[in-house]
């Protein structure tokens, strides 16, 4: 028979490891945001942050077998990456590759052109019509809230009390913060398409080749993890490295059964699917 007590419990925790080390802590100094703490008569404490010893353990504790099948795909992973580094740069060194590549930067180039144009063109609207707005807004707003403290009749201010009058000027100064944000963040754009307009032609190739390789590198990713998704899903195996704690595992599996359900709610009471 299996006793179990706090010295059993302590000896699991300080012993217990999986195949990445200890799952747990015990007695360790941690702190919280909220306080229970008390005096002896009762009065709250109030400790800011709240430091209690607490028991500490991981959220997932991983197998053996599970950190087994991790490794495996990741290394499977990297050998795909390899692989797929080795091809680009024999494409790179072909006749089409070198063409290819070539187009792709002048593409851009003249991409990164007419995105100027544009982000030029929106940053004066912001500039002028957008920011004039919203100070004109504020402005209003700012006297809306002065004829209401000034006392005058309802019919200039249109507010109801003191609170509504702070409320519209709140609100007509986020408008014009937003404006402002929106205005630093387009000049931010023009900035990076300046850059890429003036990148020598070799920055060009080295630019589209991350992006090729990120392309590509997604596309392995995703293919490696559907398989072996689907095969986790068709063994009943957990996934805790897919997403934090196996979160995206689980959500792709939920997915699937979300899916069988609405088909066998829509053939209602007419015998199984063909």
């Not at 519209?168 to 944000?181: D, G, R």
Request: glycine share 6%; net charge neutral; with cysteine.
């Amino acid at each position: 028979i299996f006793e179990y007590s706090e010295e059993v419990l302590r000896d699991a925790m300080k012993n217990f490891k999986s195949p990445y080390g200890e799952v747990a802590a015990w007695d360790e100094k941690v702190p919280y945001d909220a306080c229970e703490c008390v005096n002896d008569d009762g009065t709250e404490e109030k400790h800011m942050p709240c430091v209690v010893r607490s028991v500490v353990l991981v959220r997932t504790i991983y197998t053996a077998a599970e950190a087994q099948r991790r490794a495996d795909e990741e290394s499977l992973l990297e050998g795909h990456f390899q692989t797929m580094e080795s091809n680009i740069q024999k494409w790179c060194s072909k006749s089409a590759g070198m063409k290819s590549l070539h187009a792709e930067c002048l593409m851009r180039t003249k991409s990164a052109k007419s995105s100027l144009e544009v982000a030029r063109k929106k940053l004066q609207e912001l500039e002028t019509k957008d920011a004039e707005h919203a100070r004109d807004v504020l402005k209003n707003a700012l006297q809306r809230k002065k004829d209401f403290e000034d006392g005058k009749a309802k019919a200039f201010h249109k507010l109801e009390s003191a609170e509504q009058a702070v409320q519209i000027v709140k609100e007509a100064e986020a408008a014009v913060e937003e404006v402002k944000a929106s205005i630093d963040a387009e000049k931010e754009r023009i900035k990076a398409f300046k850059k890429r307009t003036k990148m020598t032609r070799s920055e060009k190739e080295d630019d589209a080749l991350r992006d090729i390789r990120k392309k590509y590198c997604f596309k392995l990713y995703e293919s490696v993890y559907r398989y072996g998704r689907e095969r986790a899903k068709q063994k009943g195996w957990r996934r805790p490295w897919d997403g934090p704690d196996g979160e995206a595992f689980v959500k792709y599996q939920n997915e699937g059964r979300e899916e069988g359900n609405l088909l066998k709610r829509l053939a209602g009471e007419g015998g199984a699917l063909p």
